[in-house]
């Protein structure tokens, strides 16, 4: 009889989904792919939103195709999502709509809204959430200021991966890590913040009760199990905000001072800490304290990462150009460096649409040369995000009072050598690159810590460490990198 344990973990990011079977043998944990598809939310009369029921079809798929691949014999499901998102549910356990997409425009001008009924600085010293436009509780905030009709039939909220995990058993649960995102849960005490909902007209029954990382939410539903001919096994809360799971996967033994950045479309830059960071300079840096497994905060910065060279490749290739991302690569290493700039968690990249363009009208306005051809685009986006992460640990040393010794990378992000060479050079740190499966890495973890196959966190980063490869970046050219940061600095009006 064998001794390995197999677990089917749910990784959703903002453009592709997959199911992924880990298998555990007590010492390392690999990986196989059973089924992998795309994301594609949907434009229509103008709202943004995700198509939720389409992606629960292929998380019945991956499970389909795990048994009919013969590992019937997997023992736990854990899924885990993108963040802020949500979905309401009638009296009736009916979804009401398809969820908004977050980068909706619907919550514009809800961040000033929310500034004058509670004030920015009571809402951060009570959450530490960073300010983001799409946080559930600009969300919400608008869907009661444009008196959403929803809001009058619903009866509880569920975030993404909560509502993935309703539909497979039933059970009404808010995840920990998933539920920090929204900018509702007081940072203190890690519930709900009834206050801060009665201040902005949120209705707090609408919130479940809060279950945490490695917490069974319940067994998969009668009706999948005989839809799917699958076996009755349970569905663990894992951490199931991507980048909760992304950081548990980080390859390290402890000893030294490190920042962590779960990279993708997003760039999340951030630190481990046992308690939430909530002070005058956290509050000036806009940085964020999130839930994260093993009751950890993500203290951490959210940066726009790969998003802008993402929308550029998809702009292009509605133009009749469809650029692989090596092509682009090797089109921005060929370019000159340094020439132009961008901020890239300015407003005008926020949203999906045109981005060469956009970032040509910012270096115009800006007064810098203005990128014309595919490298010179690709160049100024990746030195630019690489800047900002620069940028970001400045500021988290500074509000840390301490230095941080090297930076692991995790995600699919790393495997754009360019941007973590550029991470490297641009921090002046050597980087740690792998997993490259991070998130679902993960998730995993968590699902064997919950069946008692591992005992800790730090067990769990051991097997990582134990299972993947890394890579390592070292900067070069540090007096030209200076030189170029106080350009950026000076460009996009970040310089004190």
């Known amino acids: ?12 990011g903002a453009s592709s989904g997959r199911a992924l079977l880990f298998t555990f043998d007590g010492e390392k944990i690999s990986m196989e792919e059973m ?11 103008g709202s943004y939103r995700w198509d939720i029921m389409r992606l629960f079809f292929e998380i019945k798929q991956g499970i389909l195709n795990t048994i009919n691949n013969g590992h019937k014999d997997f023992e736990a499901i854990g899924i885990d999502t993108w963040g802020v998102d949500f979905g309401l549910l009638d009296k009736n356990g009916q979804l009401i709509a398809n969820p908004y997409h977050y980068r909706d425009e619907r919550t514009n001008g809800m961040i000033e809204e929310a500034d004058k009924m509670a004030g920015k600085k009571y809402i951060f010293d009570r959450t530490g959430i960073q300010f983001n436009f799409f946080n559930t509780i600009f969300q919400m905030l608008a869907m009661v200021k444009n008196d959403d009709p929803s809001l009058k039939i ?3 909220l569920l975030f993404t991966p909560d509502l993935f995990n309703y539909f497979l058993t039933g059970e009404k649960r808010n995840e920990y890590t998933i539920a920090s995102t929204s900018q509702l849960i007081n940072a203190h005490t890690k519930d709900w913040d009834d206050e801060l909902m009665s201040k902005l007209g949120i209705d707090r029954n609408l919130f479940c009760d809060i279950i945490k990382p ?36 980080v390859p390290t033994a402890g000893g030294y001072d490190y920042a962590y950045i779960s990279t993708g479309t997003w760039a999340l830059l951030g630190v481990e800490s046992d308690e939430p960071i909530i002070s005058d300079k956290s509050f000036a840096y806009d940085f964020t304290n999130e839930g994260g497994v093993g009751d950890k905060i993500r203290f951490l910065k959210n940066i726009m990462g790969l998003w802008i060279i993402q929308e550029s490749r998809r702009q292009w290739k509605r133009e009749g150009k469809d650029f692989s991302f090596d092509a682009l690569e090797k ?53 630019s995000i690489a800047m900002k992460c620069a940028y ?35 921090t002046g740190k050597k980087v740690i690159a792998g997993p490259v499966e991070a ?11 919950s069946l008692g196959k591992i005992k800790s966190l730090s067990e769990a980063r051991k097997v990582v460490i134990n299972s993947f490869d890394t890579k390592e970046y070292n900067p070069t050219e540090q007096d030209k990198w200076a030189e170029a940061y106080d350009k950026f600095l000076t460009v996009t009006g970040l310089k004190k």
Request: negative net charge; proline residues 5%.
């Open 154 to 156: 619903a009866d509880k």
């Open 1 to 12: 009889m064998s001794n390995k344990s197999k677990v089917l973990a749910f990784d959703f």
């Open 439 to 449: 998130t679902g890495t993960g998730n995993a973890l968590m699902q064997l810590t």
């Open 35 to 45: 089924h992998r598809f795309s994301n594609d939310p949907v434009m229509i009369s």
């Open 214 to 249: 490695g917490e069974t939410i319940g067994m998969l539903s009668d009706e999948i199990c005989e839809e799917l001919g699958c076996p009755k096994v349970p569905v663990i809360a894992v951490g199931s905000h991507d980048t909760a799971s992304a950081v548990a996967s």
């Open 331 to 383: 089109a921005a290493w060929d370019v000159q460096p340094f020439e132009s700039f961008i901020n890239p968690d300015d407003d005008a990249f926020a949203t999906p649409g045109n981005m060469p363009k956009r970032i040509r009208s910012y270096c115009e306005k800006t007064g810098q040369k203005v990128p014309q051809t595919e490298g010179e685009i690709i160049r100024c986006a990746a030195q």
């Open 392 to 426: 970001a640990v400045k500021g988290m040393e500074d509000t840390l009072g301490k230095k941080l010794d090297l930076i692991h990378m995790v995600g699919g992000g790393i495997k754009d050598t360019m941007v973590c060479t550029l991470i490297s050079c641009a």
